[in-house]
């Protein structure tokens, strides 16, 4: 299944843009205007801007592309839809195959290039404005962001190492008691894999959801709704939040946020499991 997708209002304002520990700040891609652009003849505007295509994923009515810039240490996912740029969604550095731990780089002056008018200019349809910090623009009222209906209280982007549970494969010699002889061959095994992830958290009053990484995905889950997994048994207390999603029938992590030091810990069945810390989103001077 598809799990790059990601809501406009949610993913623009889930943005780190400073290193561990200080708070993160939405920045610009420099792509805000190329939304309704002709998806073939923008690519070649996309690669001037310095970004290049790290893969993608075609979705049900959709397709998705991940695109990296380098000065900008900026990860951005396009949905692609009847040939034009539906959206384009600022996202976490390991979706363009790059460290948990890089952060977009504050320090970035460059200014969006001019797009040529010939062959792409956008459909008026599909303008969306970017994002500013405390506009009154839809999904923002007066400033906080609105999630189907819901003013999202606490929003967490965090960065660590998740865990799970994979397959390993190699070659030894074996007996063979019908054949009485020793023989080499292949074999399988069980072994816990570990790698960079990065996570999203929302909360609000009575629930939440979180946002998974691909490699926090079994195959077999329950789909969630595009990529975000609802958080239920929420427990929220001045010091520590708690909580727990449905990753399948047989997978129910637990979510402990410790609001103090900013530190996440997801555990769920055999070796699956994240361990980090988050960056709040907003301009608060404290953690969380």
Known sequence: MPIMKSSTALTALLLAATSVPTIANAQSTGLEDMVGARAGQAEAELQRRGYVNTGGQQGDDRSYTNWWNAARRQCVTIATMNGRYNSIQPTTAPDCRQSASTRPNPNYQGQPASRPRPGYEPDPGYGQPPYRPGGNQPGYPGGGLVVDGRNVDLGLVCFGDGSKTGIA????????RDRDRYEYGTYNTTRTEVFDASLMVQTWDGGGRI?????????????????????????????????TYRLNGLNKPRIVIDRRSGRITVQGTASYGFRGTCDMIGHEPRRF
């Open 169 to 176: 494969s190699g070659t030894t010699w074996t007996w063979n």
């Open 211 to 243: 946002r998974l990484p691909r490699s926090l995905i079994p195959p077999i889950n329950s789909r969630g709704n595009s990529g975000w997994w609802d958080l239920y048994d929420m427990s929220v207390s001045p010091d520590v939040i708690r909580a």
